[in-house]
DNA sequence: ATGGTCGCCGAGCGA
């Protein structure tokens, strides 16, 4: 099973340019992030037309999460729980940036898609919304180590891990992606037994899942590594292949961020 | 260099 997240950056701007990608690159199951759309005016049936069920937990304007399989999307729950319970859809969260469900191969894994607060400026309240998100987090997190069963958390985490996942780490030193509060967060996520997918395969610096569209950053080569995949050790267990489509970025009209692939034998 | 670039939607915010 071949499972892509990617950060759309606003999905009817794009749609031509993801149904082009879903048809030659075929994933089984797609996490989106930024949609930028509410459910009711998603661009469902273009993916549909592909073989896709969708699942989307949208919000007007800004942020929001959707789910694309080949496979049926069961147990579909939306918001990550421990919020102010004030989202669309009964959601614990005013801003829509979680979506979970089950697919189910030659065994079920639970698919988690989120989109992580950014946090600038920092400090401040967003950035105190970005601690207290990861948090709300890491519980959840747990919950799932605890059922000891395969499970992916993917998305984008507006989160540099490490001085490596950023061309110029100097330039991020004050930034919520790369503060020390946010890297320890990111950190207590792994410590609690996850796997981060694309680490886990390849070792040293240059590998990027966003480019600013300011200052020519592609074609510099400026990036950082934001979008993460974390594996359940039963999900580890099953991990034939992680990379990332940097070649996206190069596209016409392209997102700032780029798909990341990881292939589980499920 | 007090801008720079996008997408939301139709002003200014968020990233």
Not at 155 to 173: F, H, K, L, S
Request: glycine letters at 10%.
């Amino acid at each position: 099973m071949r499972i892509a997240t990617f950060n759309i950056n606003g999905v009817k701007a794009r749609i031509g340019a993801l149904t082009d990608w879903l048809s030659d690159s075929q994933p089984d199951v797609v996490l989106l992030q930024e949609i930028k759309s509410v459910d009711e005016t998603f661009p469902r049936e273009a993916i549909e037309d592909l073989g896709y069920n969708v699942e989307t937990h949208g919000q007007k304007g800004f942020n929001g999460v959707a789910l694309l399989s080949k496979y049926p999307l069961e147990d579909v729950t939306r918001g990550l729980p421990g919020g102010e319970g004030t989202g669309r859809d009964g959601a614990d969260d005013a801003e829509a940036r979680y979506i979970e469900a089950t697919v189910v191969g030659q065994q079920a894994i639970r698919l988690c898609g989120l989109y992580l607060p950014n946090g600038n400026p920092a400090p401040g309240p967003k950035y105190d919304y970005k601690l207290r998100w990861m948090d709300r987090l890491r519980t959840r997190a747990q919950d799932l180590l605890n059922a000891e069963a395969p499970a992916l958390l993917a998305g984008d985490y507006n989160v540099i891990p490490q001085d490596e996942d950023a061309a110029r780490p100097e330039a991020w030193r004050d930034d919520a992606l790369f503060l020390p509060e946010s890297r320890a967060a990111f950190r207590r996520l792994l410590n609690l037994g996850y796997t981060e997918a694309f680490r886990a395969r390849t070792r040293g610096p240059g590998h990027y899942s966003f480019w600013d569209y300011q200052g020519g950053a592609w074609d510099r080569n400026d990036g950082i590594r934001i979008d993460h995949v974390l594996l359940t050790p039963q999900a580890a267990d099953l991990m034939q292949d992680c990379w990332i489509e940097a070649e996206m970025r190069g596209r016409e009209k392209p997102s700032d961020h780029v798909p990341v692939w990881v292939d589980l034998a499920i």
